[in-house]
Protein backbone atom coordinates (compact mmCIF):
# COMPACT_ATOMS: atom_id res chain seq x y z
CA UNK A 1 0.00 0.00 0.00
CA UNK A 2 2.69 2.52 1.00
CA UNK A 3 4.54 1.20 -2.40
CA UNK A 4 1.28 1.74 -4.23
CA UNK A 5 0.53 5.64 -2.38
CA UNK A 6 4.16 7.07 -4.13
CA UNK A 7 3.51 5.77 -7.61
CA UNK A 8 2.91 8.84 -9.49
CA UNK A 9 -1.31 8.61 -10.27
CA UNK A 10 -1.91 7.72 -13.71
CA UNK A 11 -4.39 9.62 -16.24
CA UNK A 12 -7.81 8.31 -15.00
CA UNK A 13 -9.06 5.86 -17.87
CA UNK A 14 -11.96 6.60 -19.39
CA UNK A 15 -15.15 3.87 -18.46
CA UNK A 16 -16.91 2.13 -21.18
CA UNK A 17 -20.90 2.80 -20.86
CA UNK A 18 -22.86 -0.07 -19.72
CA UNK A 19 -24.19 -2.34 -22.67
CA UNK A 20 -27.86 -1.72 -23.81
CA UNK A 21 -30.43 -3.82 -24.92
CA UNK A 22 -30.88 -3.21 -28.77
CA UNK A 23 -34.12 -5.77 -29.45
CA UNK A 24 -35.90 -4.11 -26.97
CA UNK A 25 -34.81 -0.20 -27.82
CA UNK A 26 -35.58 -0.95 -31.71
CA UNK A 27 -38.79 -2.33 -30.49
CA UNK A 28 -39.84 0.65 -28.52
CA UNK A 29 -38.44 3.11 -31.30
CA UNK A 30 -40.91 1.27 -34.08
CA UNK A 31 -43.82 0.94 -31.32
CA UNK A 32 -44.07 3.61 -28.73
CA UNK A 33 -45.51 6.42 -28.03
CA UNK A 34 -44.17 9.44 -30.02
CA UNK A 35 -42.96 11.17 -26.41
CA UNK A 36 -41.11 7.91 -25.82
CA UNK A 37 -39.72 7.75 -29.35
CA UNK A 38 -37.89 11.15 -28.85
CA UNK A 39 -36.82 10.36 -25.56
CA UNK A 40 -35.00 7.35 -26.65
CA UNK A 41 -33.20 9.44 -29.93
CA UNK A 42 -32.56 11.95 -27.58
CA UNK A 43 -30.58 9.62 -25.39
CA UNK A 44 -28.71 7.70 -28.04
CA UNK A 45 -27.61 11.20 -29.55
CA UNK A 46 -26.46 12.39 -25.95
CA UNK A 47 -24.86 8.85 -25.61
CA UNK A 48 -22.43 9.68 -28.62
CA UNK A 49 -22.31 13.39 -28.67
CA UNK A 50 -21.28 13.77 -24.80
CA UNK A 51 -18.99 10.54 -24.60
CA UNK A 52 -15.31 11.27 -24.46
CA UNK A 53 -13.66 11.16 -28.21
CA UNK A 54 -11.24 7.73 -28.09
CA UNK A 55 -12.01 4.73 -27.05
CA UNK A 56 -15.41 5.18 -25.39
CA UNK A 57 -16.71 7.33 -28.06
CA UNK A 58 -15.64 4.42 -30.89
CA UNK A 59 -17.19 1.75 -28.63
CA UNK A 60 -20.22 3.39 -28.70
CA UNK A 61 -20.31 4.04 -32.59
CA UNK A 62 -19.40 0.05 -33.08
CA UNK A 63 -22.54 -1.03 -30.39
CA UNK A 64 -24.89 0.98 -32.76
CA UNK A 65 -23.74 -0.61 -35.84
CA UNK A 66 -23.04 -3.45 -34.77
CA UNK A 67 -26.71 -3.85 -33.61
CA UNK A 68 -27.94 -2.24 -36.88
CA UNK A 69 -29.42 0.81 -34.51
CA UNK A 70 -31.24 2.80 -37.47
CA UNK A 71 -32.01 -0.43 -39.32
CA UNK A 72 -29.13 0.65 -42.58
CA UNK A 73 -28.82 -3.22 -43.33
CA UNK A 74 -32.28 -3.66 -43.71
CA UNK A 75 -35.00 -3.89 -45.95
CA UNK A 76 -38.09 -4.33 -44.16
CA UNK A 77 -40.95 -1.65 -44.32
CA UNK A 78 -41.00 -0.80 -40.44
CA UNK A 79 -37.39 0.91 -39.53
CA UNK A 80 -35.72 3.41 -37.32
CA UNK A 81 -35.18 5.15 -40.41
CA UNK A 82 -38.71 5.87 -41.75
CA UNK A 83 -39.22 7.73 -38.22
CA UNK A 84 -37.90 10.93 -40.23
CA UNK A 85 -41.09 10.61 -41.88
CA UNK A 86 -42.99 10.38 -38.80
CA UNK A 87 -46.17 12.91 -38.82
CA UNK A 88 -44.84 13.55 -35.45
CA UNK A 89 -42.48 17.24 -36.00
CA UNK A 90 -40.49 16.73 -32.85
CA UNK A 91 -39.60 12.44 -33.62
CA UNK A 92 -38.68 13.69 -36.84
CA UNK A 93 -36.46 16.56 -35.52
CA UNK A 94 -34.80 14.27 -32.93
CA UNK A 95 -34.18 11.42 -35.68
CA UNK A 96 -32.43 13.97 -38.10
CA UNK A 97 -30.28 14.87 -35.14
CA UNK A 98 -29.28 11.50 -34.60
CA UNK A 99 -28.24 10.80 -38.10
CA UNK A 100 -26.24 13.98 -38.44
CA UNK A 101 -25.03 12.71 -35.64
CA UNK A 102 -23.95 9.89 -36.79
CA UNK A 103 -22.77 11.51 -40.15
CA UNK A 104 -20.11 13.27 -37.82
CA UNK A 105 -18.40 10.20 -37.69
CA UNK A 106 -16.66 8.68 -40.55
CA UNK A 107 -17.66 5.26 -39.29
CA UNK A 108 -21.20 6.40 -39.21
CA UNK A 109 -20.91 7.45 -42.79
CA UNK A 110 -19.87 4.58 -44.25
CA UNK A 111 -22.93 2.76 -42.24
CA UNK A 112 -25.44 5.57 -43.11
CA UNK A 113 -24.38 4.22 -47.17
CA UNK A 114 -25.24 0.87 -46.68
CA UNK A 115 -29.16 1.59 -46.94
CA UNK A 116 -29.65 3.08 -50.38
CA UNK A 117 -32.89 4.36 -49.23
CA UNK A 118 -31.45 7.09 -47.09
CA UNK A 119 -30.11 9.25 -49.17
CA UNK A 120 -33.35 9.87 -51.09
CA UNK A 121 -35.26 9.89 -47.44
CA UNK A 122 -32.96 12.90 -46.63
CA UNK A 123 -33.89 14.75 -49.70
CA UNK A 124 -37.73 14.53 -49.66
CA UNK A 125 -37.43 15.96 -45.95
CA UNK A 126 -34.83 19.04 -47.08
CA UNK A 127 -37.59 19.74 -49.29
CA UNK A 128 -40.94 19.07 -47.39
CA UNK A 129 -39.28 20.72 -44.22
CA UNK A 130 -40.23 24.33 -43.29
CA UNK A 131 -37.10 26.39 -43.85
CA UNK A 132 -36.88 27.68 -40.14
CA UNK A 133 -36.85 24.04 -38.66
CA UNK A 134 -34.04 22.46 -36.84
CA UNK A 135 -35.48 19.19 -38.95
CA UNK A 136 -34.56 20.93 -42.16
CA UNK A 137 -31.16 21.91 -40.42
CA UNK A 138 -30.27 18.75 -38.90
CA UNK A 139 -31.09 17.13 -42.78
CA UNK A 140 -29.31 19.44 -44.37
CA UNK A 141 -25.62 18.75 -42.08
CA UNK A 142 -26.01 15.08 -42.79
CA UNK A 143 -25.93 15.65 -46.08
CA UNK A 144 -23.66 17.86 -46.13
CA UNK A 145 -21.04 15.06 -44.27
CA UNK A 146 -22.73 12.51 -46.36
CA UNK A 147 -20.98 14.38 -49.42
CA UNK A 148 -17.63 13.67 -48.21
CA UNK A 149 -18.06 9.83 -49.58
CA UNK A 150 -17.60 9.65 -53.77
CA UNK A 151 -20.76 7.69 -54.24
CA UNK A 152 -23.11 10.16 -52.66
CA UNK A 153 -22.50 13.11 -54.01
CA UNK A 154 -22.65 11.32 -57.33
CA UNK A 155 -26.72 10.75 -56.28
CA UNK A 156 -27.05 13.80 -54.56
CA UNK A 157 -25.88 15.61 -58.31
CA UNK A 158 -28.28 13.32 -60.11
CA UNK A 159 -31.02 14.09 -57.86
CA UNK A 160 -30.51 17.62 -58.82
CA UNK A 161 -29.40 19.14 -55.50
CA UNK A 162 -27.23 21.93 -56.88
CA UNK A 163 -30.19 23.86 -58.80
CA UNK A 164 -32.01 23.06 -55.37
CA UNK A 165 -29.50 24.81 -53.51
CA UNK A 166 -28.81 27.60 -55.65
CA UNK A 167 -31.86 28.42 -55.48
CA UNK A 168 -32.31 28.23 -51.56
CA UNK A 169 -29.21 30.25 -51.28
CA UNK A 170 -31.10 33.48 -53.38
CA UNK A 171 -32.50 33.77 -49.93
CA UNK A 172 -29.75 33.90 -47.07
CA UNK A 173 -31.92 35.88 -44.68
CA UNK A 174 -34.15 33.12 -43.56
CA UNK A 175 -31.18 30.70 -42.71
CA UNK A 176 -28.52 30.21 -39.78
CA UNK A 177 -25.54 30.70 -39.29
CA UNK A 178 -25.25 26.61 -39.51
CA UNK A 179 -27.44 26.07 -42.37
CA UNK A 180 -25.77 29.07 -44.32
CA UNK A 181 -22.65 27.38 -43.64
CA UNK A 182 -23.89 23.84 -44.20
CA UNK A 183 -25.39 24.82 -47.38
CA UNK A 184 -22.85 26.62 -49.19
CA UNK A 185 -19.71 23.77 -48.28
CA UNK A 186 -22.28 21.31 -49.68
CA UNK A 187 -22.67 23.58 -52.71
CA UNK A 188 -18.80 23.24 -53.16
CA UNK A 189 -18.51 19.63 -52.97
CA UNK A 190 -20.86 18.82 -55.50
CA UNK A 191 -19.33 21.50 -57.48
CA UNK A 192 -16.06 19.68 -57.59
CA UNK A 193 -17.02 16.82 -59.22
CA UNK A 194 -17.18 17.16 -63.06
CA UNK A 195 -20.63 16.06 -63.28
CA UNK A 196 -21.42 18.54 -60.61
CA UNK A 197 -19.79 20.93 -63.06
CA UNK A 198 -21.25 20.17 -66.27
CA UNK A 199 -25.01 20.46 -63.64
CA UNK A 200 -23.68 23.80 -63.24
CA UNK A 201 -23.72 24.44 -67.07
CA UNK A 202 -27.74 24.87 -66.85
CA UNK A 203 -27.65 27.55 -64.72
CA UNK A 204 -24.44 29.39 -65.30
CA UNK A 205 -26.08 32.78 -64.67
CA UNK A 206 -27.86 32.14 -61.54
CA UNK A 207 -24.59 29.99 -59.65
CA UNK A 208 -22.37 32.89 -60.47
CA UNK A 209 -24.56 35.90 -59.17
CA UNK A 210 -25.45 34.06 -55.96
CA UNK A 211 -21.70 32.88 -55.39
CA UNK A 212 -20.69 36.67 -56.01
CA UNK A 213 -23.39 37.84 -53.97
CA UNK A 214 -22.18 35.44 -50.83
CA UNK A 215 -18.93 37.20 -51.12
CA UNK A 216 -19.90 39.99 -49.75
CA UNK A 217 -22.05 38.42 -47.00
CA UNK A 218 -21.26 39.24 -43.30
CA UNK A 219 -20.54 35.98 -42.52
CA UNK A 220 -16.89 35.09 -43.29
CA UNK A 221 -17.02 31.77 -43.07
CA UNK A 222 -18.69 31.20 -45.53
CA UNK A 223 -16.21 32.72 -47.85
CA UNK A 224 -13.70 29.29 -48.16
CA UNK A 225 -16.32 27.91 -49.73
CA UNK A 226 -17.47 30.11 -52.16
CA UNK A 227 -14.25 30.92 -52.93
CA UNK A 228 -14.03 27.10 -53.76
CA UNK A 229 -17.20 26.76 -55.41
CA UNK A 230 -16.16 29.90 -58.05
CA UNK A 231 -12.49 28.50 -58.55
CA UNK A 232 -14.10 25.02 -59.47
CA UNK A 233 -17.27 26.21 -61.47
CA UNK A 234 -14.32 28.62 -63.55
CA UNK A 235 -12.73 25.53 -64.81
CA UNK A 236 -15.38 25.07 -67.40
CA UNK A 237 -15.46 27.47 -70.42
CA UNK A 238 -18.56 28.55 -70.97
CA UNK A 239 -19.51 29.55 -67.43
CA UNK A 240 -15.86 31.36 -67.89
CA UNK A 241 -17.92 32.87 -71.08
CA UNK A 242 -20.78 33.88 -68.85
CA UNK A 243 -18.67 35.57 -66.05
CA UNK A 244 -16.95 37.75 -68.60
CA UNK A 245 -20.20 38.66 -69.59
CA UNK A 246 -21.13 39.65 -66.20
CA UNK A 247 -18.18 41.72 -65.95
CA UNK A 248 -17.13 39.27 -62.76
CA UNK A 249 -13.64 40.25 -62.87
CA UNK A 250 -14.85 43.88 -61.71
CA UNK A 251 -17.15 42.62 -58.89
CA UNK A 252 -14.23 40.33 -57.96
CA UNK A 253 -11.71 43.19 -57.99
CA UNK A 254 -13.96 45.03 -55.67
CA UNK A 255 -13.45 42.67 -52.92
CA UNK A 256 -9.39 42.74 -53.23
CA UNK A 257 -10.13 46.17 -52.65
CA UNK A 258 -11.98 46.05 -49.69
CA UNK A 259 -8.74 44.20 -48.19
CA UNK A 260 -9.79 41.33 -46.65
CA UNK A 261 -6.35 39.76 -46.45
CA UNK A 262 -7.57 36.15 -46.09
CA UNK A 263 -9.66 36.55 -49.35
CA UNK A 264 -7.29 38.50 -51.28
CA UNK A 265 -5.07 35.47 -52.76
CA UNK A 266 -8.04 33.39 -53.01
CA UNK A 267 -9.63 35.98 -54.82
CA UNK A 268 -6.46 36.22 -57.02
CA UNK A 269 -6.34 32.75 -57.90
CA UNK A 270 -10.16 32.95 -58.79
CA UNK A 271 -9.02 35.74 -61.55
CA UNK A 272 -6.66 33.84 -62.96
CA UNK A 273 -9.00 31.26 -63.47
CA UNK A 274 -11.57 33.28 -65.17
CA UNK A 275 -8.69 34.61 -67.34
CA UNK A 276 -7.51 31.52 -68.38
CA UNK A 277 -7.89 30.91 -72.03
CA UNK A 278 -7.40 26.71 -71.29
CA UNK A 279 -10.10 24.26 -72.73
CA UNK A 280 -11.77 21.74 -70.55
CA UNK A 281 -9.33 19.02 -69.72
CA UNK A 282 -11.44 16.25 -70.33
CA UNK A 283 -8.37 13.50 -69.16
CA UNK A 284 -8.41 15.43 -65.73
CA UNK A 285 -11.44 14.20 -65.10
CA UNK A 286 -11.50 11.51 -62.53
CA UNK A 287 -14.70 10.40 -61.57
CA UNK A 288 -14.24 6.75 -62.48
CA UNK A 289 -12.29 6.47 -59.77
CA UNK A 290 -13.72 4.96 -56.62
CA UNK A 291 -10.97 6.60 -54.25
CA UNK A 292 -12.12 8.60 -51.00
CA UNK A 293 -10.58 11.46 -50.01
CA UNK A 294 -8.25 12.02 -46.97
CA UNK A 295 -11.75 14.03 -45.91
CA UNK A 296 -13.22 11.17 -45.78
CA UNK A 297 -11.42 10.86 -42.23
CA UNK A 298 -13.03 14.03 -40.80
CA UNK A 299 -14.06 13.55 -37.57
CA UNK A 300 -15.87 15.88 -35.15
CA UNK A 301 -19.13 16.73 -33.09
CA UNK A 302 -20.37 20.51 -33.32
CA UNK A 303 -21.99 21.69 -30.45
CA UNK A 304 -25.49 22.92 -32.62
CA UNK A 305 -26.39 19.07 -32.21
CA UNK A 306 -27.17 19.54 -28.77
CA UNK A 307 -28.69 23.32 -29.59
CA UNK A 308 -32.99 24.28 -28.49
CA UNK A 309 -33.64 21.11 -27.09
CA UNK A 310 -37.34 20.88 -27.82
CA UNK A 311 -37.65 17.86 -25.23
CA UNK A 312 -37.84 18.45 -21.51
CA UNK A 313 -38.28 15.65 -19.08
CA UNK A 314 -41.31 16.22 -16.95
CA UNK A 315 -40.96 15.18 -13.09
CA UNK A 316 -41.08 11.73 -12.82
CA UNK A 317 -40.04 10.81 -16.29
CA UNK A 318 -36.63 9.33 -17.10
CA UNK A 319 -34.44 10.85 -19.98
CA UNK A 320 -31.36 10.80 -21.22
CA UNK A 321 -28.51 7.71 -19.58
CA UNK A 322 -31.02 7.40 -16.73
CA UNK A 323 -33.51 6.41 -19.15
CA UNK A 324 -31.27 3.77 -21.20
CA UNK A 325 -29.65 2.16 -18.36
CA UNK A 326 -32.31 2.34 -16.19
CA UNK A 327 -34.95 0.63 -18.76
CA UNK A 328 -32.46 -0.98 -21.57
CA UNK A 329 -29.71 -2.24 -19.88
CA UNK A 330 -27.99 -4.79 -21.77
CA UNK A 331 -25.44 -7.73 -21.18
CA UNK A 332 -21.82 -6.75 -20.72
CA UNK A 333 -20.68 -6.98 -24.33
CA UNK A 334 -18.46 -4.14 -24.88
CA UNK A 335 -15.46 -4.87 -26.81
CA UNK A 336 -12.98 -1.80 -27.27
CA UNK A 337 -12.40 -1.63 -30.68
CA UNK A 338 -8.71 -0.68 -32.12
CA UNK A 339 -7.82 2.89 -32.88
CA UNK A 340 -6.99 3.08 -36.52
CA UNK A 341 -3.71 5.04 -37.39
CA UNK A 342 -5.16 8.67 -38.13
CA UNK A 343 -4.68 9.94 -41.62
CA UNK A 344 -2.75 12.49 -42.41
CA UNK A 345 -4.01 16.07 -42.47
CA UNK A 346 -5.14 17.84 -46.12
CA UNK A 347 -2.05 19.51 -47.61
CA UNK A 348 -3.69 22.89 -48.67
CA UNK A 349 -2.49 26.53 -48.61
CA UNK A 350 -4.51 28.80 -46.86
CA UNK A 351 -4.07 31.19 -49.96
CA UNK A 352 -5.83 28.79 -52.40
CA UNK A 353 -9.03 28.28 -53.07
CA UNK A 354 -10.50 24.54 -51.34
CA UNK A 355 -10.21 21.68 -53.85
CA UNK A 356 -10.98 19.28 -51.55
CA UNK A 357 -14.40 18.41 -50.01
CA UNK A 358 -14.77 19.23 -46.46
CA UNK A 359 -17.01 19.86 -43.86
CA UNK A 360 -17.51 23.36 -41.69
CA UNK A 361 -16.79 21.69 -38.36
CA UNK A 362 -13.67 20.11 -39.55
CA UNK A 363 -12.44 22.99 -41.58
CA UNK A 364 -12.86 25.45 -38.60
CA UNK A 365 -10.77 23.16 -36.37
CA UNK A 366 -7.78 22.94 -39.35
CA UNK A 367 -7.85 25.47 -41.15
CA UNK A 368 -8.41 29.05 -39.41
CA UNK A 369 -10.65 31.72 -41.56
Request: glycine fraction near 4%.
Amino acid sequence: MLRASLVPAKVQEVPLLPSLDYEKLKKDLIDGSDRLKAFLLQALRWRLTTSHPGEQRDTVLQAYINNDLLDCYSNGQRSVLMLIQSKCEVVRQYTARLINTFASLAEGRLYLSQNPRLLRMLEGRLKAEDKFSLTRENVLGALQKLSLRRALQSTMIKDGLIPWLVEALKDTDSMSDYTLAYSVALLMNLCLRSSGKKMCVKIANEILKVLSDLLGHENHEIHPYVNGALYSILAIPPIRDEAQAMEMEDILRCYIEEGNADMIQQIEFIIKQLQSEEPQDESAESDDEEKEYNAEDHNGMEADLDKDEVLQAQQGELSGEKLLTTEYLGIMTNTPKARKKAMPGLHHSVDEPLQRPVTPGYHKAHYPT
